[in-house]
């Protein structure tokens, strides 16, 4: 199989684990193995986990004789679980580089890309609630609604109207049946900039895989697995989970919830850490992977 992805943020994350060789690491997003590999170098212990069961069989044939690397198929938001399963009560640091790779993208069967003609699934396990699912069986209140939460689509309502148009004819099966709805639904202006279906597949992907409910349940009980000194460094693509670590690794950093008027604090609560500065793609990054353009990397440090 051959799982190529081009690790956006390569050298920054890897750098922002503050790697030494009695540390032990988690990379909740293994994939093909790119960060893993380098950490394995490293770290005392490597823990890849992912729920593709593409992405385990490539973790087992790059990763697999690695005596410091255990690899285990299932959700990064069962941290606590995972590591209780495989006796290890800490660790020192968790990687995440979210959203979709570039092998899912590029696998059009998978049914991810917009680019590409293929079976309507978006699943990253493979398994459960599908694409096709969601469009063929949500109402229409229910499409405008996640189109419009998780894509920011301003024509979300047009866009849920002419899907549940469209498929009282007959079911919705394919990725571009999907995009000439959408182009359909939007006036030609909003259409220069970027690929008018971009908002729209997001939105749905994820829906599909519960994207947004899995990173809020993580990020605290990530904070719960780390050692004092550990470190939380996630990769994000979008502004809404983005905007979500931003704000969970502010709240960490803040410490004190008194209103500003209070002349004293009464809450008595500290901070727990601190966020380090988020770091974008360097232009050389961009000119050799333009897919790394909206990526953004945050890091906090637990005191």
Known sequence: MNFLHKSVLFDESIKALNLNNEKIIVDGT???????REIAKTAKRLVCIDQDPDAISVLNERLGNLSNVTIVQNNFSNIKSILKEIKIDK???????????????????????FH??????????KSGLSARDVVNTYSEQELAEIIYKYGEEKFSRRIAANIVKARQSKPIETTFELVDIIKASMPQKAMRDAHPARRTFQAIRIEVNAELDVLEKTLDDAFDCLNSGGRIAIITFHSLEDRMVKEKFNEWSRGCTCPKEFPICVCGNKPKGKALKAVAPSDEELSVNPRARSSRLRIFEKY
């Open 30 to 36: 293994s994939g093909g193995g790119g960060h893993s």
């Open 91 to 113: 660790i020192d640091g968790l990687l995440l580089d979210l959203g979709v790779s570039s092998y899912q993208l590029d696998t059009a069967e998978r049914g991810f890309s």
């Open 116 to 125: 590409k003609d293929a079976p309507l699934d978006m699943r990253m396990s």
